[in-house]
């Protein structure tokens, strides 16, 4: 069984562009969050899926971003009209099920120029 | 709103000394995580501590958790070059989401 993947690993983009970023959980698991890490911070929370039902955002996804999860497998996170502020790690993990230890993925690391 | 806090936040320590790092939580939780980072890495899960007075110890690295205290620690024992890293401790919120709210990080730098 894989761990968690993401892709692309690196993405370097313009200010006012869009990016998307994918992310695979493990297989079976229905719990999927994304988090996002500033440098010299920890990770912070994002957005969280139950199989396909995105049933939380943070604060910190503001109407830039979107987060979906169709058929309840892999998930994307967009970020439209990106801003220098958004250059992070941004961060997949995901659960089997309630209370079960979030695994995470290698990130996907963005810069905007 | 749950707030986790790290101290310290930068470490700098010789080889073979010991040190402890602390992670306090301002809310009742019963799960708490350590994680360690290497520059430009994701996290490598070290410890699930699930229950209160929970100790794991695995090689030069030692945590426990107390939940009436809302404190964890980890306990560097003889430390060597390769655990230089950040190390940060996740809180289990609870709840529904289950998400987990991070401390700041330690940065460990081991001297020779």
């Known amino acids: 069984d894989t761990g968690v993947s993401q892709n692309p690993r690196h993405k370097i983009t313009k200010r006012g562009q869009n990016v998307t970023f994918r992310c695979d959980p493990i297989?079976?698991?229905?719990?999927l969050y994304w988090y996002r890490q500033t440098l010299g911070q920890g990770p912070e929370f994002l957005t969280y899926?139950?199989?396909?039902?995105?049933?939380?955002k943070s604060r910190l996804l503001s109407d830039r971003f979107s987060a979906e999860r169709p058929k309840g497998s892999f998930s994307t996170l967009e970020i439209q009209r990106t801003e220098q502020g958004d250059s992070a790690m941004y961060l997949c993990a995901s659960s089997l099920g309630n209370r079960d230890e979030q695994y995470f993925g290698p990130g996907t690391r963005l810069t905007v120029t | 709103e749950l707030k986790v806090e790290q101290n310290p936040l930068f470490l700098s320590m010789q080889e073979g000394k010991n040190y402890t790092i602390y992670c306090n939580y301002s809310?009742?939780?019963?799960?708490l995580y350590w994680y360690r980072q290497d520059p430009g890495k994701s996290l490598e899960s070290l410890f699930v501590?699930?229950?209160?007075?929970a100790v794991k110890q695995e090689g030069r690295l030692m945590a426990s958790l107390d939940t009436k205290a809302r404190l964890s620690t980890l306990h560097i024992t003889a430390a060597v070059h390769d655990l230089s890293a950040t190390y940060f401790c996740a809180v289990d919120t609870s709840g529904a989401t289950n998400k987990l709210i991070f401390g700041t990080g330690t940065l460990l730098a081991v001297q020779p």
């Open positions: 899926f139950q199989n396909e039902a995105q049933l939380e």
């Open positions: 297989s079976e698991h229905n719990r």
């Open positions: 809310t009742t939780s019963d799960r």
């Open positions: 501590l699930l229950s209160n007075g």
